[in-house]
């Protein structure tokens, strides 16, 4: 199973790179950008794993190991069954 | 007394503390090796500056579950001291044995330049050599360094005196100019509520010797050195022979 | 089965063809034709340069080891040794700015650490177009941030080098990497494969379709299907070669090895022909054992693939275990791959079946030279080709603008994203003349200058080859330091064109000449050919690295004025030379004439003295005088000095002011010492035969020059420094 995980900046975080991204995209005129977060995107092939079994297993990865939970927050979602 | 430098793979300051720490100091120090479980016996257990791992995760993210560094933790949660300089800064955060995190440097480059640090609090194990209010000139090279904790630790960390550096400029003001990376309230190192264990950005190690152009890090060192031999009955130093060739 | 089309893409011609088949008995399979294509091509074959490289001196008392080897190395007292080298990394520079500059970090680190020392600082030249250009800002961002991405990260200080900026590289930006490594003498470690029975171990990152070949991409045995998975961009680890600086360093230092080599260009085909070859033996390899990164690759990429963060380390049977228990302790592999044997050829397996059968020396050592046509270019800039100049109305006006002008300015942009303290041996930040390292437990220090000016060597070649060398010198002698060594990094455009080759002949021709002149050996280096994008070539632009030694680094000099009432003292001649000056190039927007005279005698005499004056304790400060002439250099003395103290300076030079003030007149110092001292700084000169003049005083607030009494400008530090300072970020600064 492939699982994939997005780390992103907590809204109450500043994202100095989401910041630089936005100004460079007002730069270009894309006027209609109003705001940009940026994260890391993180794939996990799990072998042998249920459905059910990946529900604990990733967060608990997530939240131990792929974000920090005091700046961080993540969401995923599974991308291949088998 | 005894230091003991840890070496994570990417640690690139290991030999740099080292050395400061033995032939300028003067002082007993080990290399301890993330892989073991040995602490040596050390008094004072330093994580240095480097990319361990990497940074490839986030900075300290990895090296905070080496195996050593589950002794270092209970040595801290003992009482033992420990100081975190740079990428040991980051990994104290990460493990949790100080509060708050590292965000990317506000003008999202690395720096590496000489800094002012203004001591906020001269009652520390860590900066009873210096005086309050004392301006320190230490270099700084990092990338996330830009020092993040939400409003409610903030303000714990402020009340209970945490704060023992803070960026400044030459003559200790601390202004929005002198804050390099853009760290809240200008924070350049924190210590635990139990003053026992303590993280700051800046190197004291790279200004520890005139040559090399300050030697203001060495209050930090000395402060250790002064809080930790006082305690206990002195060790004797290293055979300055010994000493003198790296 | 190899025909005309499978030769053009590999880059070989019929006649290198007709001496393969020679070599090696038979027709090459199409695995054995990219091996010599890559190991005969100019990069690994020096097929254009050799006959002209072999003119430059290499041979001096200290020289332990000299070109041919991964760097070179000088024996600096006290049990020990210095091993440097520098680099370029051009092409893959424009193509991925940052993971091009990083892997020329990469690589010239991993060059200096095979010879077992310890890297301990890195410099670069940089050239990059205009910096009012954003494609040539973006290639620069680029190329700064890969040099501190792996520089920093691995824990090796950048502790200068060089930025210019011309035009001439819009679209062929060059990046020159020198790095400078200790050790001890006993400790050194060569790429030879020794003793049959031997085992050849791969340690480092697995394998994958790095940077294979260019040539060969469009090659008929690949089909579409796996053209998209080739990528041509090698990406950089640089925590993976931290582990591997570790381990190998390690491994030498225990004495548990017999030879190491690096995988550089053409990878796994260079290091192991190479091995062998130096050893006078054979090598046998079996590609099964290689880790890959990739599934289904075939020998030849296997081959040629410059996957970076590898090494190739050839051990003596019992000791294999005790190398890969080192590898281990570093979380690294160390599989063995292969067994060096008798009978120079080297013979490699793929699934059972042998698919390369050659010998070694034909590879290595047979590579044809070539002595290409030259013929110097119709028209020669000569002085005379300066048309009449109009003096500036305002002379503080162009002082201030060329403080600004990229060349000159600050570069504290640049530098500050290096960690250049790391190691803690860095005495001198950026900025200074040289950059200055201490040896820990001696008192001696290393001082390294890298310099070119191609504007100059555009006009002249030879004259500008000799400038490079005596200010490279000159820059050691005004912190202290003694050059002992040079590397050099010569970038050249296309070497068919018979213009370009003059201006190579020309260029090493004038290195030879002054490295003769100065005493200093040629330890190797690197030619970079084919600097051309669209039919353009580059100005030509050899870069010279040397590396000099101060026996007690307490004596060490500054470029900063030290207090106030000093008397400043100009060493060298003023004369009236414009030619090939960032002045007439910023203020009149020409690149003509012809550029300074070096007479390499005078210049030789000049940094004799100074050394003596300094050990004689006489000199407060010192930095020579180079783009933007005396009045630049002397906004630079204030601008180092702790207090920026200004200076106020009469001359009574008569010719036209502004040569007077931004000419670029070489064999130039300015420097200053105690009033107490001037009396016996100038006698000391005058008895060395060289030119000194007592030209005013330090202190105030402003920088003011005059000319026989009429001031020409004054304008306050804090106002020049500005414009010096804001230059270069003013550039970058984000526009929202």
Redesign the interface.
């Known amino acids: 199973m492939k699982v994939r995980i997005l780390v992103s900046?907590k809204d109450?975080?500043?994202d100095?790179?989401g910041q630089?991204v936005k100004n460079a995209l007002h730069t270009l005129g894309y006027a209609a950008v109003k705001d940009v977060r940026q994260g890391k995107v993180f794939e996990l092939e799990l072998e042998g794993a249920t459905k059910k079994e990946a529900e604990t297993l990733v967060p608990e990865i997530a939240r131990r190991?792929?974000a920090?939970p005091?700046?961080e927050k993540f969401d995923w979602q599974i991308i291949k069954d088998r | 007394m005894k230091f003991g430098v840890v070496q994570f793979?990417?640690s690139?300051?290991d030999?740099?503390t080292f050395?400061?720490l033995r032939?300028v100091m003067k002082r007993e120090t080990a290399l301890l090796w993330h892989?073991d479980h040995d602490l040596q016996g050390v008094d004072c257990v330093v994580l240095p500056?480097?990319?361990s791992?990497?940074?490839?995760?986030?900075s300290g993210?990895i090296a905070r579950?080496s195996p050593l560094m589950q002794e270092v933790k209970a040595f801290a949660r003992a009482g033992g001291h420990v100081l975190g300089i740079c990428n040991g800064f980051q990994i104290l955060?990460?493990l949790g044995l100080l509060p708050?995190?590292m965000?990317?440097?506000?003008n999202?480059?690395?720096?590496?330049?000489h800094v002012r640090i203004r001591i906020e609090n001269e009652k520390t194990d860590f900066t009873r050599a210096g005086r309050k209010g004392q301006v320190l000139r230490i270099?700084i090279?990092h990338?996330d360094g830009?020092y993040?904790?939400?409003a409610r630790v903030l303000k714990d960390i402020e009340r209970h005196r945490q704060v023992v550096f803070r960026y400044c400029d030459a003559e200790g003001n601390i202004t929005e100019e002198a804050n390099v990376n853009?760290s809240l309230g200008n924070i350049a190192g924190i210590r635990n509520r139990e003053g026992n264990v303590l993280g700051l950005m800046p190197?004291p190690?790279?200004a520890s010797?005139a040559?090399?152009?300050s030697e203001d890090g060495r209050t930090i060192f000395a402060s250790l050195i002064l809080s930790l031999e006082r305690r206990k009955p002195a060790r004797r130093p290293v055979r300055r022979e010994r000493a003198?060739?790296? | 089965m190899i025909d005309k089309k499978t030769l053009d893409q590999h880059g070989l011609t019929e006649d290198e063809y007709g001496l393969i088949v020679g070599m090696i008995g038979r027709e090459p399979n199409l695995t054995e034709l990219g091996i010599f294509s890559v190991m005969w091509s100019e990069h690994c074959g020096y097929k254009s340069s050799r006959v002209h490289l072999k003119k430059l001196p290499t041979e001096g008392k200290h020289v332990v080891q000299g070109p041919g080897e991964n760097a070179g190395i000088l024996d600096i007292g006290d049990g020990q040794v210095i091993v440097f080298k520098i680099e370029s990394h051009n092409h893959p520079s424009f193509i991925e700015p940052y993971q091009g500059a990083a892997t020329g970090v990469g690589g010239i680190l991993r060059d200096i650490f095979t010879m077992g020392a310890r890297p301990i600082a890195v410099l670069d030249s940089l050239r990059f177009g205009p910096p009012d250009d954003p494609k040539n800002r973006s290639v620069m961002e680029g190329v700064v941030?890969g040099i501190?991405?792996y520089g920093?990260?691995?824990?090796v200080p950048t502790v200068g080098g060089e930025v210019y900026f011309n035009p001439c590289y819009d679209l062929n930006p060059l990046v020159n990497v020198f790095c400078l490594g200790l050790a001890d003498k006993d400790k050194i470690f060569y790429a030879k494969a020794e003793g049959a029975g031997n085992k050849v171990l791969y340690v480092g990152a697995k394998t994958g379709r790095d940077g294979i070949h260019g040539a060969t991409m469009a090659s008929a045995e690949f089909g579409k299907e796996t053209e998209h998975k080739r990528p041509n961009v090698q990406v950089g680890?640089?925590?993976?070669e931290?582990?591997l600086l570790e381990a190998c360093l390690e491994v030498m230092d225990r004495g548990r090895i017999v030879g190491i080599q690096q995988m550089g260009a053409a990878g796994l085909t260079c290091s192991t022909t190479e091995m062998a070859a130096k050893g006078g033996m054979g090598i046998v390899v079996d590609l099964d054992k290689v880790p890959q990164r990739e599934a289904g690759m075939t020998p030849y990429e296997i081959l040629l693939s410059e996957s970076q963060e590898r090494m190739l380390i050839v051990a003596s049977p019992e000791k294999v275990a005790a190398v890969q228990e080192v590898f281990a302790?570093?979380?690294l592999d160390a599989p063995v791959i292969g067994e060096v044997v008798e009978g120079g050829r080297a013979r490699i397996s793929f699934k059972g079946e042998v698919v390369v059968d050659i010998p070694v020396d034909a590879v290595v050592n047979l590579c044809p030279a070539y002595n290409r046509p030259s013929r110097a270019p119709a028209v020669l800039p000569n002085p005379a080709d300066l048309p009449p100049l109009p003096l500036p109305g305002d002379y503080a006006d162009v002082f201030l603008k060329l403080l600004a002008s990229p060349t000159i300015a600050d570069k504290?942009w640049v530098?500050?994203?290096?960690?250049?303290?790391?190691?803690?041996?860095?005495?001198f930040?950026p900025g200074a003349d040289a950059a200055l390292l201490?040896i820990?437990?001696s008192k001696k220090a290393l001082a390294v200058s890298l310099d070119g000016n191609s504007l100059y060597t555009r006009l002249d070649p030879k004259t500008g080859a000799r400038i490079a060398v005596a200010e490279a010198c000159r820059n050691l002698v005004c912190v202290g330091a003694r050059p002992v060594g040079v590397t050099n990094c010569l970038n050249f455009g296309n070497p068919e064109k018979p213009e370009v080759m003059w201006q190579f002949e020309q260029a090493v021709d004038g290195m030879a000449e002054a490295c003769r002149a100065f005493g200093i050996p040629v330890t190797g280096g690197n030619v970079s050919f084919y600097n051309d994008t669209e039919g353009l070539s580059i100005h030509p632009t050899p870069v010279l690295g040397i590396v000099g030694i101060l026996d007690d680094?307490r004596k060490a000099v500054r470029p900063g004025f030290k207090a106030t009432g000093d008397a400043v003292v100009l060493l060298g001649e003023n004369m009236e030379e414009l030619g090939g000056s960032e002045y007439i190039r910023i203020v009149h927007n020409l690149e003509a004439g012809a550029p300074p005279a070096m007479d390499l005698e005078r210049e030789k005499r000049l940094q004799e003295f100074l050394l003596e004056a300094m050990g004689a304790g006489l000199v407060r400060s010192a930095h020579d005088l180079a783009e933007g002439g005396l009045s630049v250099a002397l906004a630079e003395c204030a601008f180092h000095g702790a207090r920026k103290t200004g200076c106020e300076v009469d001359l009574t030079d008569t010719f036209r002011p502004d040569a007077l003030l931004f000419g670029e007149t070489q064999s130039r110092i300015v420097v200053t010492c105690r009033p107490a001292n001037l009396g016996r700084f100038l006698k000391m000169a005058a008895a060395g035969g060289v030119p000194a003049k007592s030209i005013g005083r330090t202190g105030g607030r402003d920088i003011a020059v005059r000319q026989q009494g009429r001031e020409l400008f004054r304008v306050p530090v804090e106002k020049a420094y500005r414009a010096w300072k804001d230059a270069l970020p003013n550039f970058f600064k984000v526009r929202t």
């Open positions: 900046f109450s975080v500043l100095p790179q630089t190991v792929l920090n005091i700046i | 793979p990417g690139n300051c030999f740099d050395h400061v032939n892989k500056g480097g990319f791992y990497g940074d490839y995760l986030r993210a579950f955060l990460e708050g995190a965000i990317r440097n506000k999202l480059k690395f720096l590496c330049q270099p090279a990338f830009n993040y904790a939400p853009g190197h190690e790279r010797e040559l090399l152009g003198r060739h790296d | 941030s501190a991405g920093n990260s691995i824990g680890d640089p925590f993976k931290k582990l302790k570093w979380d504290e530098f500050r994203q290096y960690d250049h303290m790391v190691q803690v041996n860095t005495a930040l201490r820990k437990g680094i």
